[in-house]
């Protein structure tokens, strides 16, 4: 943080390697940690159906909204709500019950392990409460507009705030912490429950659309699945060499983990959607997290029929092994499973990270953590394909350091372009371009 502070460090390479450094500390350190200790305490994810977009909203039910990152507040409002005691006060306010939905990242986490719907990602956020039909909004940190505030005062939706390090104007504030998580989830469920009767029909508006999705593609999670092929040609149970023989075989030709956000300089969702169709269609499987998982969840990308979407052997690898072609990997600190998976190949393949047929997308990407992630995930050897440019544009010297200068740095760097066609075909030449390397 000093060296960005006026009139300290002034040399471009080594705000580079600086932030290299600090990206990895943040993705292997940070997010890792964030990622462990969330499967430690609420469980790791296993594959479980859900389904995504504003349909997920129920007319006839207190519809609550969990927003945010950190799990605890929407994991503590999730298990309130699924009692008894809060379901029966539900039906007796004239409710069929409570429905949980979840947004951003704070939906990644309760959709892996509960299975939650997903009612939407980043730009989405105030259509939901746009539906009138949003009993109450609670919000943990981060990607959370202030414009929440405003808008949720146009109907009768609650909007609670719970951190300490996000209060919003025009939101309550309930102080969540681990040792009060409990009695503050009563009070959030509850006060749902109550807002129902002041519901106005005549402003509520559900959009039909949703889509089935299967989520919770842990590192775990993936390697159980492959352990349930059987398989001729590789017996080692507990490992992703199923994996690693099918990319040598090319009935894969790689993979690619399409991550990071929406961005309101680019049509919401529309680049993810387009990259991810045509990368399956090359036979090259997707790993997604955060605001791009959504987007995938949305256009029906993570249900098994997406398979009929596939080139014949990423068709086939989903047949087989039953899974659909874009794997929901979790919340954005989640991309440290990505990186856990793509590390542990390269170390099972004998390679290295940068000779992996295998790279990062982040189409786009627009928070400040996503330009941390990239710097992980670059300085870990994966070269990454951004659809938004970045904005220190206006030195060549930076532009030169952070796309070819890095190579000699970490073997990866980024590649910038901001139409999704051209950047997909770049993607999936770099993709063949390190298979030819390797000879496969
Ligand atoms: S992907 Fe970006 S916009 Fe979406 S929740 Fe994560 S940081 Fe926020």
Sequence with gaps: MHMCHMGVQADPESFVRQSMRVGLADGWGGSMMGTEFSDIIFGTPTPIETEANLGVLNKDMVNIVVHGHDPSVSEAVAVIAETPEMIARAKAVGAKGINIVGLCCTSNEVTMRHGIPMAGNFLQQENAILTGAVELIVVDVQCIFPAIGPLSKCFHTKFISTSPKAKIPGSDFILVEPHNAEE??????????????????????????????????????????????????????????????????????????????????????????????????NDIIVVTTGCSAQAAAKAGLMDYEAKELCGD??????????????????????????????????????IDVTQLPVVGCAPEWMSQKAVSIANYVVASGLDTYLGIEPQVKGSDEMMHLITDGSRDMVGAGYIIEMDPAKLVTAMIDGIEAKRTALNI
């Design 184 to 281: 503050a989830a009563i009070t959030i469920v509850g006060t749902a429950i109550d807002n129902f009767a002041n519901r106005d029909e005549s402003k509520v508006f559900i959009p039909e659309h949703k889509e089935k999705a299967m989520v919770g593609y842990s590192c775990e999670a993936i390697i159980g699945e492959l352990d349930g092929v059987t398989n001729s040609f590789v017996d080692e149970p507990g490992t992703y060499k199923p994996l690693i023989e099918v990319i040598k075989a090319g009935v894969l030709r790689g993979a690619v983990g399409i991550v990071g956000c929406n961005n309101p300089k680019v049509r919401a969702d529309y680049s993810h959607i387009e990259i991810i169709k045509e990368l399956i269609k």
């Design 313 to 350: 052997g990423l068709k086939r690898v989903c047949d087989l092994v039953g899974i659909p072609p874009v794997l929901h990997m979790g919340s954005c600190v989640d991309i440290s499973r990505i990186l856990n998976l793509v590390h542990t190949v390269a170390k099972e393949w004998g």
